[in-house]
């Protein structure tokens, strides 16, 4: 059987690679390719001329290979980011013990050894010290990262490339903890890459005293105590309030011993695991072909006609939520997907809800912009040109309030740019504004969108992530 998958997968990449051309930096397929899309991608050249330009056109044949792409299956992956001596690579192995314990077939890896060891060959650096000696880590921190800032000024693509290598190289894995990564805002940049895989980074932070504490361990450890702090690398410029984009998981790392980093997994990473959230998968109808050939329509709405469907997907939203609901003022939605799951919820966690409509419906006064089409409706021939506004009540949602938007899908993200313009042009700041939604569709980038337009620092977090169109 597994002789048979084999030769069945080398047939097709024998079959695709003559196909192919180097040249990977047009958007459109040229003419003398077009045999590989048609054969690849059947109806949808649009996707194919997307992963070409995005993923470099090797990458497009493992995603056109069925088997290729199985192989890295459907995985939670999260990325371990934090200063240096903030514990990330022990907390990442407490979190590997607690899952494997509890059934769950969990790895983690660092993503930065490669780069490590291209440097060592480079530099004549002793890899070995660099993976497992901290002080020489520390000593050639600086030049290691500058080291990194050129590979990737010589080849822009590096961390995508790597990024992937991990997490193909993580083998049979449920769970997958990656280690190392320096990236600004990783989730919206890597997780298209990984469509199918929900993709999480959760930020292991000490407090100062914490931090001074353990360089000073770690310099009495390596008989160094007195030398200065100059190899310390940890910058205001890395803390979560500076950065670029906006972290839903903290983990605090600040006491002793293992409890804490066991009860986070407990409380915000074992609830991606639960039985609720494959049932509530399980209600999401998968509809082949539709509106157009080509796309798997998920049908989220669903959720709401099947008995129960509506509470359960209500229950998951609260208990997902990473912050304070008692510090939340309102809810906001737009129709049509969004109010079905929001006034729901709204109405469970006993907040109001602000009303987003499309087209020209509300009375005025009204706060108005102009609204791209979804990706979904955009292949539908009823969504005319009159429906592209988005409009909010003036004064609805009061300045300097906390919201958090709800709707059922999050696809380009064009629909939650409207709102998140309309909701800021209330009054309200970006850090005070969380996202949930129901489905997520990583690979139309919506996250990066929002990165792109300044909305980096809005949270977003999904319940159910799917890959494909
Ligand atoms: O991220 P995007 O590409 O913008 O897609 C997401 C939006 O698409 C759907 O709405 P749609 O505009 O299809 O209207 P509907 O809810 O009335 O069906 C959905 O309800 C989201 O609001
Ligand atoms: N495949 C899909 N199913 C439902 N809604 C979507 N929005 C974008 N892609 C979608």
Known sequence: MLDQAFRWAYSVVQNLLPLSSADAADSEPSPHESPLPAVAFRPNPPRAAHLKCKCYLRNVLPYACPLTHASIGSKLIILVTGESFAGKDYTAGLWVSYFSVKGIRAGMVSISDAIKAEYAEATGADLSRLLGDRAYKEQHRPALTAFYQDRVRQRPQLPEEQFLKVVHGAGDVELLFVTGMTDEAPVATFSPLVPDSRLLEVRVQVDEETLQAR????????????????????TRASRPSSLKHRLCLIFQNDTVGDKAAIEFAVQHLHPFFDAKLQRLADMVRSIPDFPRSGIDFRHVLNVAQQPGGLTLCTSLLQDHFTKDWNKVD??????????????????????????????????????????????????????????????????VISRGASVVVVDDVLATGKSLLAVLHL???????PEDVSVMVVAEFPIHRGRQLLLQEGFGRVSVQSLLIYGGE
């Open 423 to 429: 909701v800021t042009e209330a009054g309200v700041s």
């Open 215 to 234: 360089r000073k361990y770690e310099r009495v450890a390596d008989g160094d105590a007195g030398s200065s702090d100059k190899r310390a690398t940890n």
């Open 330 to 395: 309102m809810m906001v939605s737009c129709e049509t997907g969004g109010f079905i799951f929001a006034s729901a919820l709204a109405a469970h966690i006993g907040i109001p809800l602000a009303l987003v409509r499309q087209g020209v419906k509300l009375p005025p006064p009204v706060l108005s912009i102009e609204k791209s089409t979804s990706h979904i409706s955009s292949y539908s021939s009823s969504s005319e040109s009159i429906q592209r506004r988005f409009e909010l009540g003036r004064g």
